[in-house]
């Protein structure tokens, strides 16, 4: 069974869509994440989540936003997609306080 | 808030060279710090974790790590690397600095030539 596992693997869409990225886990986690991955690597928190808490990230654009449905699922949804946001995003969830973090396979999201 | 810095971005070894990827946290509170692995094309994988304890931690492949805390330091080792080792290699940090959120460096690109 996949830990955490994220869909779609891979998404190409237009300037200017919407779309959403969905995100589970199956670990019992009460936190999850979203990050972005950009061309050098880069790891960037976007968003953190538990049931009590959102924390965002300051320099995500408010064109993104976690939705999360209950405890195991996080989706990322993007509206009005701009070329900058082709990267890869990953998911990842882990139990609060010190824990390890298990990540998603990733989506690589490219706008055309 | 918590920083990680990753000193060596890009590091090309001949296989059973050895190898010692440096990372520096910020935070001088309690952290936890890890090193995460991440494959041509996959996601990122645990190497090792270090929460408390013996400073010298060890993770998969043969992979170790130091906890200096003095230094503010955790650096990662392997005495002999292997081709199989190619990856991206990222260190980490989780405390109460940034709000328990994982923390990561910029990642170092490991090429092993056979």
């Known amino acids: 069974d996949t830990a955490v596992s994220q869909t779609p693997k891979y998404l190409v869409t237009q300037m200017g869509n919407d779309k959403s990225i969905k995100c589970e886990q199956n670990l019992g986690h009460d936190t999850m994440y979203w990050y972005k991955q950009d061309s050098k690597k880069f790891l960037k928190i976007m968003f953190s989540?538990?049931?009590?808490?959102?924390?965002i990230n300051e320099t995500v654009p408010n064109r993104f936003s976690p939705k999360s449905p209950d405890k195991a699922h996080l989706n990322l949804h993007i509206n009005s997609l701009e070329l900058g946001d082709s990267a890869v995003y990953f998911c990842?969830?882990?139990?609060?306080?010190?824990?390890?973090?298990?990540f998603g396979q990733g989506t690589r999201l490219t706008v055309v | 808030a918590q920083s990680v810095s990753q000193h060596n971005h890009h590091v090309i070894l001949s296989e059973a060279a050895s190898l010692e990827l440096g990372c520096n946290y910020s935070y001088g509170g309690t952290v936890n710090l890890f090193w995460y692995v991440q494959y041509p094309g996959q996601h990122l994988q645990l190497l090792l974790k270090?929460?408390?304890?013996?400073?010298l931690v060890k993770g998969i492949k043969g992979f170790e790590a130091e906890f200096i805390k003095s230094k503010f330091s955790f650096n990662l080792r392997k005495p002999s690397v292997q081709w199989s080792d190619t990856a991206e290699y990222f260190c980490a940090v989780r405390g109460p600095g940034g709000s328990y959120i994982p923390t990561f460096g910029r990642g170092t690109s490991l090429i092993v030539h056979p």
């Open positions: 270090y929460f408390s304890g013996d400073p």
């Open positions: 990842a969830s882990s139990q609060a306080g010190y824990t390890e973090a298990f």
């Open positions: 989540y538990n049931n009590k808490e959102l924390i």
